[in-house]
């Protein structure tokens, strides 16, 4: 599976997205970016556009693809393109799939998030270069990852 994660971050605050409203959600009660599913002959550029619109009614500007984060598990494998934004347009709406809130830039690790998210959302602060991220789950664990094909601490 092929997804898309965007994290808007403007005037000192990240979008972030709690998710909460799907039944039988496996980010059920995470707070995560805005992104999703590529549909048949997407690219990941126009994925995370078309799912950044349809989740909060906004069109992000200023965006960067930034890394391919490859989540792997007993169960399933899945490859994020992870992208980042400075601005926007539009007005930003409710969402079906959770609840939109913008977080001080300080306090997002500070959320229930995924343990690979705050290996992601590091790395995303401290370099400026593409990455491929490899997260390694052992039920919810994070179990082991690689950043550009070497070991990384977890």
């Not at 403007?10 to 959600?25: A, S």
Request: net charge negative.
């Amino acid at each position: 599976m092929q997804t898309t994660l965007c994290y808007l971050s403007t005037g000192g605050r990240t979008l972030m997205l709690h998710r909460v409203k799907k039944k039988n959600d496996v980010n059920r009660d995470k707070w995560i970016g805005i992104g999703g599913k590529l549909e048949h002959g997407e690219s990941p550029e126009e994925c995370m556009l078309r799912e950044f619109g349809e989740e909060t009614g906004l069109t992000p500007t200023g965006w960067r693809y930034r890394g391919l984060v490859t989540f792997v598990s007993q169960d399933w494998c899945e490859y994020m393109h992870l992208f980042t934004a400075t601005g926007f347009e539009g007005t930003l709406r409710e969402c079906d799939e959770g609840t939109l809130e913008w977080v001080p830039d300080g306090q997002v690790e500070r959320l229930p998030i995924w343990a690979g998210d705050r290996v992601f959302l590091r790395l995303l602060r401290e370099r400026e270069t593409f990455f491929s991220l490899k997260l390694v789950y052992d039920g919810e664990r994070l179990a082991a990852a690689k950043l550009d094909g070497q070991d990384f601490p977890v």
